[in-house]
Each structure stands twice: as structure tokens, then as C-alpha cells.
């Protein structure tokens, strides 16, 4: 690991002025994801700003939305007595992600902007437009199992790998970071960018803007929700093809939905697609199997992760039959 500058500022506005000192500095929160692509040489900042000190771990509620500090631990959000009972897809998102050790470490900001697991970008031996510019995608003509299938360019099909933002991307949660130039909302429709020609761009946070917290809307039929997520092992991996879903139920008429998929796309993946086909169908086996058609209709698979496909398609026909009953 290369020598590095520690910071442990008090305040958010120390923590982005210590930044702006040194363009290349990273933040650690839990630091189960930055210390460990430091350990690998995959980032390798002169300046670490630890962002414990700032007072952002609280959770409450406030008018129509689950507040939520950058700096409240996973385990601490998944037990939250609210978020269990009115956002269970947010809870159960939570319980599927990494292992007890690591939930209690990581943190809801840290998790939002985790890196990949694309292996190439891992491997400082190979290209990655990620990690390195313009120097090449290692996976493409490589081992592709566990790369995207929705959202990719011809310069990155990387999965991204939060299960949180998938819950959070079916809410349409907001982001709320602040920086050099104030405090702003972020909508999570907004906060996560396409690869394009621009892999390494991941976010629209500015250099140095910092996540303070998460708004998790109190939607309405939140309560009939789930996140199904399917994965190589049952415990301690990350997703191949993972579903949010939220229900608003009459009788047997679904009168709105959210759908989210993740393992699948280069963003946790929204589908308005498959959302306006259940609105006002019918709750049937039938409805979810043509959400899920709509749903991956633009998918596009490049052999080694073909498979993707029709196993997204089951996981999301098979959440819509969980919440519905
Ligand atoms: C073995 C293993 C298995 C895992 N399995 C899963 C899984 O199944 N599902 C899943 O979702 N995740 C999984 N993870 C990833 C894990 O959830 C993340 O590493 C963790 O959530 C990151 O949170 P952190 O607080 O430790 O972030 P850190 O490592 O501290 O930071 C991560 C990144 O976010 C930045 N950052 C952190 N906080 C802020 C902030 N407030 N504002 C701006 N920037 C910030 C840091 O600069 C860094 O770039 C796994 C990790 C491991 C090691
Ligand atoms: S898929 Fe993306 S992250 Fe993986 S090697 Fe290619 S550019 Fe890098």
C-alpha cells in the first residue's frame, strides 16, 4: 500500500475544505470497500479523510420520508423498527447484503458508492476504463458471467453492486450531499450516471461533495414490498439478478408498482417499462411474466452472461408473486 495523509475532521464543510486541499483525496466511512481496493492498489489516494467524527448516523422520521445519516451503520437501518415495517424491500435489501461483520461496519453512504467487483477492475494487471481511462475494458472478450446486461457502452458492461440502491432506486430515494458549493438534493434517478464513453464517472456528485443523507420516501403501499435477490451461494455474495418491488393493491387489480432490478444493469435499474404494464392489470402469473418480458426488453447479453436474462426475468416474476401475496 502506498504512504497516505490522515485526516479526522470535526464538521462536513472541515471534511469537503480538506478536500478541496488535495483533489485526489478519498473519504472512509466504514472502510470495507476503500481500504480494500487500497490494499490492492486499485485506488491509491494521498489524503484519507475519515468522516466518523461528523454527526450523521441518526435515523429518523420526518414528514413523509425515513431520514437516514450517511453514517448510520447497515445493521442499525435494517433494524430499524420503521424501516422494517413500512419499507421492508429497504430491511430485507440490507439483511442480503455481505455478512453480519461487514453490516456493521458499512455504512448507507459508503454502500451507495461502493465500486465494482468487475474483476478486471480489480486486476491492476489488466485494462479498465474505469480504473484507468481510455486504457481499455478488460471483460469485453474476457470472462463475462458476472458483468451487465442492461445499461453497458462498448467501454464498460461492469455490474454495479450496491443491493441498497436497487431498494433505493424502486423508492426514488434522495440523496443529500453537501460541498464547496452548499447543500443539494439529489434525486437517485439523477445521482448515478451510465458508463458511456465515461465509465469512471460513476455519480453526479461534484470532487468532494459529501453524502450527509439518504430520504427513503414513505410510499404509500411500501408495506406490501420485497427485494428477492439470487446469487451463486446462499450467504455472503453478490447478487447474479436481484428484484425490489412494491405492490398498491385493490382486490386483485394493481393499481401502482415499483420495479427495480440490480446484478444485472451498469446502475441499480429502475423500469418504468414493467412498471406501466402492472398498473391497473391484473395480479396474475401472466401480468408479472409480461412485466418481466418489458422489463429486460432492451437487455442485451454477450454469451458468458446470457443467462442474466432469463434469470432476471424469474426473479422479478418471482418477487411480484411475493408481494402480491
Ligand atoms: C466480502 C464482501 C462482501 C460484500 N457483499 C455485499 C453484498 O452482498 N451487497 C452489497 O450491497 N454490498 C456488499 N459488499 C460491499 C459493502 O456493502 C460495502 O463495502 C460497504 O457498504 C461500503 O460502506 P463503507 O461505509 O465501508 O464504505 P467505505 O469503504 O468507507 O467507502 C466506500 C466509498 O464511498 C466513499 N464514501 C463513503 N462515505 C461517503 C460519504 N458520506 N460521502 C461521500 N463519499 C463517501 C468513500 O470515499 C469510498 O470511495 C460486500 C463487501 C465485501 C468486502
Ligand atoms: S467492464 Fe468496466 S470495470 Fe470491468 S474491465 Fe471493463 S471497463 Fe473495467
Known amino acids: 500500500m502506498n504512504p497516505f495523509r490522515y485526516a479526522r475532521p470535526s464538521s462536513p464543510s472541515a471534511a469537503f475544505t480538506d478536500f478541496a486541499g488535495e483533489r485526489r483525496a478519498r473519504y472512509v466511512a466504514g472502510g470495507t470497500n476503500i481500504l480494500d481496493l487500497m490494499k490492492i492498489e486499485v485506488e491509491s489516494p494521498p489524503l484519507l479523510i475519515d468522516i466518523n467524527a461528523l454527526a450523521l448516523a441518526s435515523i429518523e422520521v420526518t414528514g413523509d420520508a425515513i431520514h437516514v445519516g450517511a453514517l448510520a451503520r447497515l445493521t442499525d437501518v435494517a433494524e430499524n423498527e420503521q424501516v422494517r415495517t413500512h419499507l421492508p424491500l429497504v430491511a430485507i435489501a440490507l439483511e442480503e447484503s455481505a455478512s453480519p461483520q461487514l453490516r456493521n461496519m458499512a455504512t448507507i453512504g459508503g454502500n451507495l458508492l461502493q465500486r465494482t467487483r468487475c474483476p478486471y477492475f480489480r486486476d ?4 479498465c476504463n474505469k480504473r484507468a481511462p481510455k486504457s481499455g475494458c478488460g471483460a469485453l472478450g474476457g470472462e463475462l458471467r458476472r458483468e451487465a446486461v442492461l445499461g453497458t457502452s462498448e467501454h464498460c458492461i461492469a455490474t454495479h453492486a450496491s443491493d441498497l440502491a436497487v431498494a433505493l432506486a424502486a423508492l426514488d430515494a434522495t440523496v443529500h ?27 453526479s456528485l461534484g470532487p468532494g461533495e459529501l453524502i450527509v443523507a439518504v430520504s427513503l420516501p414513505l410510499l404509500s403501499y411500501g408495506a406490501r414490498s420485497t427485494y428477492l435477490k439470487v446469487r451463486d451461494r446462499a450467504q455472503y455474495d453478490f447478487a447474479l439478478a436481484s428484484a425490489a418491488v412494491a405492490l398498491d393493491l385493490s382486490g386483485k387489480t394493481i393499481r401502482q408498482a415499483r420495479v427495480a432490478l440490480g446484478g444485472v444493469a451498469t446502475i441499480p435499474w429502475r423500469s418504468l417499462q414493467a412498471e406501466a404494464l402492472l398498473r391497473n392489470a391484473a395480479a396474475s402469473r401472466d401480468t408479472f411474466e409480461r412485466a418481466a418480458d418489458a422489463a429486460l426488453a432492451e437487455a442485451r447479453g454477450r454469451g458468458g452472461n446470457d443467462y442474466k436474462i432469463p434469470l432476471a426475468k424469474r426473479t422479478l416474476v418471482r418477487a411480484l408473486e411475493i408481494a402480491a401475496a
Open 124 to 127: 491492476t494487471a489488466t485494462p
Open 177 to 203: 450531499v453537501t460541498g464547496l458549493s452548499g447543500n443539494r438534493e439529489i434525486a437517485l434517478h439523477d445521482f448515478y450516471r451510465l458508463p458511456g464513453d465515461t465509465p469512471h464517472v460513476e455519480t
